[in-house]
Each structure stands twice: as C-alpha cells, then as structure tokens.
C-alpha cells in the first residue's frame, strides 16, 4: 500500500490553515509507535485486517502526547515565545522539515502568491495602477 503525506487534521492546536506536517512514509516509524501508544495496537500486525478509513481515522485522532504528536507540534510551532524556548535538537527538527515542505513548493502557485503580494504592496503605497 503505497501512502501519500496527509494534511494533519485540526487535532493538536485548532489550526485551519491544513498546513502538510507529516508524511506516511518518512514517519511510518513514529506513526507505528504512536499507534502503539495511544491505541495500543500494532499497525505491522493489524494492517491487513484494517480498513483504509480505520487506519486514518486512528491516525488522524492521535494526540500531542504520542511521538508523532510531539514531532507535529514542533513542525508546526509559530509560537514566537515558544520558539525561543526550543532545544537545539527542537530547531533542527523544525528548520528540517521546514526546508523539505519549501522544496515542495509549486512554482506556478509560488509566482501568483508573490504577483497577488507585490500588487498589495503597491495598493498600499498608492499606485492607481494597479486597482481595478
């Protein structure tokens, strides 16, 4: 079964942006573990008695006390007084995955954000040019 990454649902901090901050196949470790520990199961023993939507509905509903849960909320901190309070190793794991999401970036959407960016800069700056 070949897994894609998964928008994490709105389950550790209410987000609603639907901000990518795992993938099934670079955390199947932690999302076994977290299985394990939230739920008490092993995936590796269970998966072929599992239904798609089972196994994503469990994964979906892990909390922030599970190792994926953990790596989750660092990922995906924007907390600036909790940044400062991050461990070296804590950094790494951010600024890494950070990294890896930005090298995913879709050039065209890339370039429409900047345009749609640049056109409100000058909107605010009082350009006549650009509003319509």
Same mark, same amino acid.
Not at 7 to 35: C, G, H, M, P, V
Not at 109 to 115: C, G, Q, T
């Given at each position: ?5 998964? #928008? ?21 470790? +932690? ?12 995936? #590796? ?7 798609w939507?089972?196994? %994503?509905?469990?994964?979906?509903? +892990? =909390? ?18 909790? +940044? ?6 804590? @950094?790494?794991? #951010? ?5 890896? =999401? &930005?090298?995913? %970036?879709?050039?065209e959407?890339?370039? @429409? ?6 056109? &409100?800069?000058?909107? =605010? ?8």
């Amino acid at each position: 079964m070949k897994f894609h990454t998964k #928008r994490w649902r709105t389950d550790f901090k209410n987000q609603s942006n639907n901000e990518t901050w795992y993938d099934f196949e670079e955390d199947w470790e +932690l999302i076994a573990s977290s299985l394990k520990t939230q739920y008490g199961y092993s995936i #590796r023993k269970e998966i072929d008695s599992m239904t798609w939507g089972e196994l %994503v509905g469990d994964i979906s509903g +892990l =909390m922030s006390e599970t190792p994926l849960g953990n790596i989750v909320q660092i990922r995906s901190e924007d907390d600036k007084e909790k +940044l400062k309070n991050f461990t070296q190793e804590q @950094k790494n794991i #951010r600024w890494k995955y950070r990294m890896k =999401m &930005a090298e995913n %970036v879709n050039q065209e959407e890339f370039k @429409k954000v900047i345009s749609e960016l640049q056109k &409100a800069f000058k909107e =605010m700056a009082g350009d006549n040019k650009c509003k319509k």
